[in-house]
């Protein structure tokens, strides 16, 4: 069982940026884990959780929607075991509450909210216009 924590959403206005956090720690003491992958997701009201952003943890690759391509960007920290998402170029639309997710075993693609064992609390991010 993996826990994941999030931190570093806000209100912020267009144009602005932010850095989200998600820090991935056992849930049970003394077994360990290791990370396969983790990605952001992201969901504004009335619409589905879509994807934003993914790496993979064994090579660092990245992967990114479309809609954020350029403007955000995914990094890591293996030895806390946390992933990072730095927004910048922040627009109105980009407003949703963001998860981070993690899976500790491979499965194909990043890309779908189902390959995802793990889902931390979401953290709200709003861009005023």
């Known amino acids: 069982q993996v826990q994941l924590v999030e931190s570093g959403g806000g209100l912020v206005q267009a144009g602005d940026s932010l850095r989200l956090s998600c820090a991935a720690s056992?849930?049970?003491?003394?077994?360990?884990?290791?990370?396969?992958?983790m990605g952001w997701f992201r969901q504004a009201p009335g619409k589905e959780r879509e994807f934003v952003a993914a790496i993979n943890w064994s090579d660092g690759r990245t992967y990114y929607a479309d809609s954020i391509k350029g403007r955000f960007t995914s990094s890591r920290d293996n030895a806390k075991n946390t992933v990072y998402l730095q927004l910048n170029m922040l627009k109105p639309e980009d407003t949703a509450v963001y998860y981070c997710a993690a899976r500790t075993v491979l499965r194909p693609g990043v890309f779908s909210p189902e390959t995802y064992d793990y889902w931390g609390q979401g953290t709200q991010v709003t861009v005023s216009s």
């Open positions: 056992r849930r049970t003491f003394g077994r360990t884990f290791s990370l396969n992958a």
